[in-house]
């Protein structure tokens, strides 16, 4: 199969020399590829670095920042001839063989969306993995939290122990960090839905590939490095994965429940507001001013775009 490696930037001229460097081992036995770096408005020096360390690289600037979907739309349209994807965000590496591991698997009839085994900066498995959400799971996680779900392992939306993670590993969705998947299956998805904006985009695509009769595989001998991201750190960003968490569970479920699921969402945030005050709130007040709208399956609002 032809490849298309799709790395998706934003201010990462401090991260994307490491993550070009990882290329060649992590697409060993590789013979068919080309690079797609699609940036999204970056201030910095990294349309410069890319263009310097890869100078047969096809680059794609899009204005602003219109998102994960939107740059993994731009990369599926920059190479049409490809008939696989691998997008990787700014703070992923490939190891060796990572590429042709999830090709391999990607092969299989069937199979429309290949991940790699994640791991972390220290070197420990990630817990990438998730089953889709469900109305318990989100009241059992307000309820009693990430923690008092790990004696409840089935009834958890994240797969928790990374012990676990296997072949056999049963889950619906991926961290979408390192994704691998057809042109055939995008193609019949429509492309990612920008209207995520950032967050749930990834859970979004393997729900509909499934909807399609597409599977996801899990290859946990395709490893792959994410320093992770910032959905915790900065409040906005935060806010938008709680609320783009209802919007998902509104589009794919009848009013009632999306009701309770928003209900549970708010109830998480109040719980645990002491521990992280600012970004908790940041979540709570966002949830009370749309909730109605992410209830209906409608879009949230983008987080503002710091100067």
């Given at each position: 199969?032809n490849l298309t490696?799709?790395?998706l930037?934003?201010?990462a001229e401090?991260?994307?020399?490491?993550?070009?460097?990882s290329?060649e081992a992590?697409l060993?036995?590789?013979?068919d590829?080309?690079?797609?770096i699609c940036d999204?408005?970056?201030?910095?020096?990294?349309?410069?670095?890319?263009?310097e360390?890869a100078?047969k690289?096809?680059?794609?600037?899009l204005?602003?920042n219109?998102g994960?979907a939107?740059?993994?739309n731009?990369v599926?349209?920059a190479?049409?001839?490809?008939?696989?994807?691998?997008i990787?965000?700014?703070?992923?590496?490939?190891?060796p063989?990572c590429a042709?591991?999830?090709?391999?698997?990607?092969?299989?009839?069937?199979v429309g969306?290949?991940?790699?085994?994640?791991i972390?900066r220290?070197?420990q498995?990630?817990?990438?993995?998730?089953?889709r959400?469900?109305l318990?799971?989100?009241?059992?996680?307000?309820?009693?939290?990430?923690?008092g779900l790990r004696?409840?392992?089935?009834w958890?939306?994240m797969v928790?122990?990374?012990?676990?993670?296997?072949a056999?590993?049963?889950?619906d969705?991926a961290?979408?960090?390192?994704t691998l998947f057809?042109a055939e299956?995008?193609?019949?998805?429509?492309?990612?839905?920008?209207s995520?904006f950032?967050?749930?985009?990834?859970t979004d695509?393997?729900?509909?590939?499934?909807?399609?009769g597409y599977a996801?595989?899990f290859?946990?001998?395709?490893?792959?490095?994410?320093?992770?991201?910032?959905?915790?750190?900065?409040p906005?960003?935060?806010?938008?994965?709680v609320?783009?968490?209802?919007?998902?569970?509104?589009?794919?479920h009848r009013?009632p429940?999306?009701?309770?699921f928003?209900t549970?969402?708010?109830?998480?945030?109040?719980?645990?507001?002491?521990?992280r005050?600012?970004t908790?709130?940041?979540?709570?007040?966002k949830?009370?001013?749309?909730?109605p709208?992410?209830?209906?399956?409608?879009?949230?609002r983008?987080?503002?775009e710091?100067?």
């Open positions: 199969m490696i799709g790395i930037t934003s201010n401090h991260l994307i020399g490491e993550q070009l460097a290329l992590g060993s036995g590789v013979d590829w080309q690079l797609v999204s408005g970056s201030t910095d020096r990294t349309v410069e670095l890319a263009r360390l100078p690289a096809t680059v794609v600037e204005p602003g219109p994960f939107a740059q993994a731009a599926i349209a190479e049409p001839r490809a008939d696989a994807i691998l990787m965000s700014r703070t992923t590496r490939l190891h063989g042709g591991l999830l090709l391999r698997a990607l092969a299989t009839p069937g969306v290949a991940v790699p085994r994640l972390n220290h070197g498995t990630a817990p990438s993995l998730r089953r959400p469900t318990r799971g989100a009241w059992l996680a307000a309820l009693i939290g990430g923690r004696r409840l392992p089935e958890a939306e928790p122990d990374p012990e676990s993670y296997s056999d590993t049963r889950f969705w961290t979408g960090a390192v057809s299956c995008a193609a019949a998805l429509g492309g990612w839905d920008e995520f950032l967050y749930s985009e990834e695509f393997a729900l509909r590939a499934a909807d399609h996801i595989r290859v946990p001998d395709a490893v792959a490095t994410h320093l992770g991201g910032e959905s915790k750190q900065r906005e960003f935060w806010a938008h994965t609320a783009n968490r209802v919007r998902l569970y509104g589009m794919r009013r429940a999306a009701a309770s928003w549970a969402s708010l109830v998480g945030e109040v719980i645990r507001l002491p521990s005050p600012v908790r709130r940041a979540a709570i007040v949830l009370l001013r749309e909730g709208a992410l209830i209906a399956g409608r879009p949230a983008k987080p503002p710091r100067s």
